[in-house]
C-alpha cells in the first residue's frame, strides 16, 4: 500500500473511524462523504466501538501479491453491534471453531509486514471475543462465548 | 431509438494462449465477426476488457486492438466495468447505433491473463473489489464469493454438494463446444474432491485463469439486408450498479444490480423470467449461478440451488443455463466473457450451436456481472 494512501485511512484503519449521517443518522464504515439514503453532506467523524457478531468466514488457501508472507489467513464479515457489515482479516482463530453469528473483537495487527516500500502497514482485524476476566472466572469459556 | 441487431460473430478459442499476445487474439475475433457479418466498414469499435493496464502494462488498449486489426483510423474506446467489460462493450455498441451515431458497430470483449503468476493475477481481479477495505485487507476475489457461498450455506441449509450441479452442468455443455478451455465432463465426486481455494470454494466452483477473445458486429435493423445473416435483435439492454463494498450491501445475499438490470431488461424486452429460453448467466463460481437465478426471478431466495438439483438448469430443462459451458466450462477471461456469452446466444437463436443446440430457441438472456455483483449488464436477444 502506498505511503500517502496509508496515510489517509489511519483513521479508519486505526481507530475503525467511519462517518455518520446528521440528518438520517445512519452510520457508515467505511467513511463516505455523502448519505446515500438522504443525500445530505453533513457527515461527521464517528468511531465504532469495534465489537460485533461473525456473519460469513473463509480460509484463503492463494494469497493475492503482497500478502504471501502472512498465508494461509482468514477472512471475515462483521456485523458490528451499531449495524454496519465490516470486511477484514480474522487473528488468533488458530484451535478456534469458528461459527456464524459467534461474538469478535476489534485488535490492532500488521496487515502487510514485508511491503515493497519498507514500512509495515497496521490495521483492525477482529478475533474471537476474549471475556473480561471476571465473566471468565464465573462460567466455563465455552459456555459463556456461546451466549 | 432504432432497433439494434447482431450480424456478426467471431471468436478464438479459450485456452491459455502462450504464444499470442492480446493484440493477435483480438485481431482474430474482430475478423472472424466481420467475415460473419459480410466485410462491413464498422464506424466504431468498443473494446471490453479489464486487465491489460495491469497485466499486459497497455492502456490505451482499443487503440492498440484498432491498430492491429487493420481498423485505422476507426473510433475506438475501451469500456471497463471490472468483470462485465464484455456486456458493457457490447451495450455501448448498442447504444451508439441505437442513437443513429453509427450504422455498423463492432464489440469486442479481450482479455490475457496467463502472462503472470497466481498471485500477480490474484491481486489484479480483487481491484474490482473496495480498494482500500476489501482487496487492501488481503481479501480475494475469491474470499468475496466464499464468504456468501458460507453464509447462503448457513442461511438455507444447504451442505456445499448442493452447488456440484452447477459446476457438473457447465462442463457437460462445454464437452459440446469446440471454442472452450475445458472440454470433458466431471462427476460429482470430481467436484467433491477437487482442492479448496478459499474454503468453501474449490477449484471446481471457480472459472479458471485464460485467455480469449470474442467480437460482435452490430447494426440498425433498417439496414438488414446489408448482411448475410438475418439480424438476432437485441431486444433488451440494461446496466446496474449497487455498493463498490459487499459490506456495504443491506443484504449481501441479494444481488440488487442483477435484479435491477435484469428488470429493466425484462421491460424493455416485453418478457419475463418464463419466456426466457436459455441464460447465460455469470457462473465465475458456483454461488453466483445460485444469487443470478434467484435475482432474476427464476428461483425464490434459496431455491437456486433447488434448480441444479431437479435438473432445470440442464439443456433439457425449463431454464438451461451455461448452455455451451458458461464462465466455469468454457472459461472466464474476464472482459471477454460477456461477449463470448452474446456469440453463443446468437449460435442458439441461429440454430449452430450444434449438440449443445436448445432445439426451438427464440429468447436468450445474457448477463455479465462485476465486481461482487456490484455492476451488472443483462441483454435479452431474440431470433
Sequence with gaps: ???????????????????????????????????????????????????????????????PRGFASIAPYTVGMVRLDEGPLIMAQLTDVEGVELHIGMAVEMVTRKLQESSEHGYIVYGYKFRPLILPPTAARSSPPDAAVAT | MR???????????????????????????????????????????????????????????????????????IEAIKIEAACAAGGAAIRAAYLAVAAGAHDCVLAVGVEKMTDHLNDAVSAALATA????????????????????????????????????????????????????????????????????????????????????????????????????????????????????????????????????????????????????????LHDAFTIVSALSLEACGFAAPGDGVRMAADGSIRREGDVPIATMGGLKGRGHPIGASGVYQAVEAIQQLRGTAGEAQIPGARTVMTQSVGGSGSVAVTHIFQG
Excluded at chain 2, 435493423?221 to 448475410?228: F, I, R
Design chain 1, 1 to 63: 500500500m502506498q505511503l500517502p494512501r496509508y496515510h489517509r485511512l489511519r483513521h479508519s484503519f486505526y481507530r475503525l473511524e467511519g462517518t455518520r449521517c446528521a440528518a438520517c443518522e445512519r452510520s457508515f464504515f467505511p467513511p463516505r462523504t455523502l448519505c446515500p439514503d438522504c443525500r445530505s453532506t453533513d457527515l461527521a467523524a464517528h468511531r465504532f466501538g469495534g465489537s460485533g457478531t461473525l456473519y460469513s468466514y473463509s480460509h484463503m488457501n492463494q494469497a
Design chain 2, 3 to 73: 432497433n439494434v441487431g447482431v450480424v456478426g460473430i467471431g471468436q478464438c478459442p479459450v485456452a491459455e494462449h502462450w504464444d499470442r499476445s492480446l493484440r493477435d487474439i483480438a485481431t482474430e475475433a474482430v475478423t472472424a465477426a466481420l467475415h460473419d457479418a459480410g466485410d462491413p466498414a464498422p464506424g466504431a469499435l468498443y473494446v471490453g476488457n479489464m486487465l491489460a493496464g495491469q497485466l499486459t502494462g497497455q492502456e490505451n488498449v482499443a487503440t492498440a486492438v484498432a491498430d492491429a486489426a487493420g481498423l485505422l483510423p
Design chain 2, 129 to 280: 473489489a473496495d480498494a482500500d477495505f476489501e482487496a487492501g485487507h488481503g481479501v480475494s476475489f475469491v474470499a468475496l464469493n466464499a464468504l456468501l457461498m458460507r453464509r447462503y450455506m448457513h442461511d438455507h441449509g444447504v451442505s456445499r454438494e448442493a452447488f456440484a450441479p452447477f459446476s457438473v452442468n457447465a462442463h457437460r455443455n462445454a464437452a459440446c463446444n469446440p471454442q472452450a478451455m475445458f472440454r470433458a465432463e466431471i462427476s460429482v465426486d470430481d467436484y467433491m474432491s477437487s482442492p479448496v481455494v478459499a474454503d468453501p470454494i474449490s477449484i471446481l466452483d471457480s472459472a479458471a485463469i485464460c485467455d480469449g477473445a470474442a467480437a460482435l458486429v452490430l447494426c440498425a435493423l433498417d439496414d438488414d439486408h446489408l448482411y448475410p445473416h438475418t439480424p438476432i435483435r437485441i431486444a433488451g439492454s440494461a446496466c446496474a450498479t449497487d455498493t463498490l463494498g459487499l459490506s456495504e450491501r443491506r443484504d449481501p445475499m441479494h444481488w440488487q444490480a442483477v435484479a435491477d438490470s435484469a428488470d429493466a431488461a425484462y421491460r424493455q424486452a416485453g418478457v419475463g423470467p418464463s419466456d426466457i429460453d436459455a441464460f447465460e
